[in-house]
């Protein structure tokens, strides 16, 4: 259990946490396509795309999720695991590496630095497990500025790929 400075407070996650995951991933598509932006996502709830439900509950159960609470409510969801997804076009490591494969935060509480607490903590865990490095694939399109939060938040780009007319973009940050 972690509380940072803004009061957010990052527990571990499970599969209670599926119905407020997925109200955050159906509410972060909203906030995406009322800005212009239905490439990232697309335009349908996450919770009614095919496969939608059950790769956030094998997230929630498979792997290692932490989920970030303002006075005890979630406001954000990360998963880490040990490597990319099998469905993404990108080498593994070659080292052993800690993994985001989901990172989420309820718009509504844009600007308190979810996604950057979350990150610190993946840091830490990362750093905990033994492991230097910890990496991420995100969307690139959009003028970039989901690249740009995770270089503000200490990750350097290492490389491209592209899924169909998606464009990906892959960082890293060495922790130890």
Known sequence: MNDTTCGIRIRPGGPADVAATLDMLDGAIVWMN???????????????????????????????????????????????????????????????ERYVRLLVSDRRHAGRGVGAALLAHAVEETRRAGVDLLRVDCWAGGGGELVAFYRRNGFTPTGTFQVGTWPGQLLALRVG
Request: aromatic share 6%; proline share 14%.
């Open 34 to 96: 009322a800005r212009g932006n239905t490439e990232q996502w697309g335009t349908t709830p996450y919770s009614r795309k095919p496969g939608g439900v059950e790769r956030v509950e094998r997230y929630l159960t498979d792997n290692d999720p932490f989920v970030a609470e303002l006075d005890g409510t979630p406001v954000g969801t990360m998963v880490l695991d040990s490597g990319p997804s099998p469905q993404m076009p990108i080498a593994p490591a070659g080292e052993p």
